[in-house]
């Protein structure tokens, strides 16, 4: 597999990255993950102004920021590709200098780029059919606005999750359900839809806009309120959102069945209307 690695398109094993790199020493980086459908990049333009806002907060100055959508679909033309829809994995660190010091190092130090394309197996993909979740009390830093490699607590909550046999571990602060290990998080109450508001405890997720949007659509109310840990049982259904889990309704959280174990309706209208969307996406 062909991967994209600072100036080079580079066979995934000729790629060194050397232990002085910032973003192996210190989580020192960002990434996006984008994903394609009609081998289009769904929401591209969205995904860059997520990355330059990153790459602005944390202070990485990255030039060729615009040659990257070329980049991706050179990358999926290489690979032999084009006829998948693929998920695509892009990270930036704030590159190589030695020795190790936390301070930032001079200006002339480039950021490391590495991008590699998945094909995604879609038949696999949009598990209709609803998922259990964990909920965790929220162990992570206080910029979760910012879309960090840094994913140690993530990490460790997904594989709870996973030995679990849940498909996610959702965040709270011991009061509000915050979002996803790597999800949005939304609750359905009296037909509404809830989630949390946009602050520096939920990364604002590109797929989130795009329910906010659906919503309108559909006249659901989308209340920017987060669901409380405990009120979850006033709660008709719940759902969680990202760029490669789709939408996905959750229908056990902490081992209690939720709506006798079936996606609810707006769960269900929002995947119909989404996967219209997505269906009809040339770009955009
Ligand atoms: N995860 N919240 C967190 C903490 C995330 O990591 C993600 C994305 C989301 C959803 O964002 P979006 O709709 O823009 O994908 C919310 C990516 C997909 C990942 O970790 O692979």
Request: charged share 25%; net charge negative.
């Amino acid at each position: 597999m062909i991967c994209y690695y600072n100036n080079s398109f580079l066979e995934k094993n000729e790629i060194k990255v050397s232990p002085f790199d910032r973003g192996f020493l210190f989580g020192d980086g960002i990434y996006e993950a984008i994903r394609t459908y009609n081998s289009n990049l769904f929401m591209y333009e969205e995904h860059l102004a997520r990355l330059k806002r990153n790459l602005i907060k944390i202070n990485i100055n990255y030039e060729k920021i615009d040659a990257l959508e070329g980049i991706i679909y050179e990358l999926i033309e290489r690979n032999n590709f084009s006829d998948n829809e693929v998920n695509v994995y892009l990270q930036i660190t704030r590159g190589e200098s030695f020795p190790r010091k936390h301070e930032f190092p001079a200006p002339s130090v480039s950021p490391t780029i590495f991008v590699y394309a998945l094909p995604i197996d879609t038949k696999k993909l949009q598990n209709d059919e609803g998922i259990s979740i964990i909920l965790k009390k929220d162990l992570r830093w206080k910029r979760c606005d910012i879309k960090t490699i840094n994913l140690l607590p993530a990490v460790m909550a997904k594989q709870e999750a996973v030995l679990q046999q849940a498909y996610e571990a959702v965040w709270h602060n011991g009061n509000a359900i915050l979002e996803g290990s790597h999800t949005n998080f939304f609750g359905v109450r009296e037909s509404r839809v809830y989630t949390h508001p946009l602050d520096n405890s939920v990364l604002p997720g590109i797929t989130r806009e795009i329910i906010k949007k659906l919503c309108k659509n559909l006249n659901i109310p989308f209340v920017e309120q987060p669901v409380l840990v405990a009120e979850t049982n006033l709660y008709e259904e719940f759902f969680i959102t990202g760029t490669t889990t789709e939408i996905k309704p959750v229908i056990k959280i902490e081992g209690e069945i939720l709506g006798g174990g079936k996606p609810g309706k707006i769960s269900t209208n929002l995947i119909e209307a989404f996967t219209e969307l997505t269906k009809n996406y040339y770009g955009n």
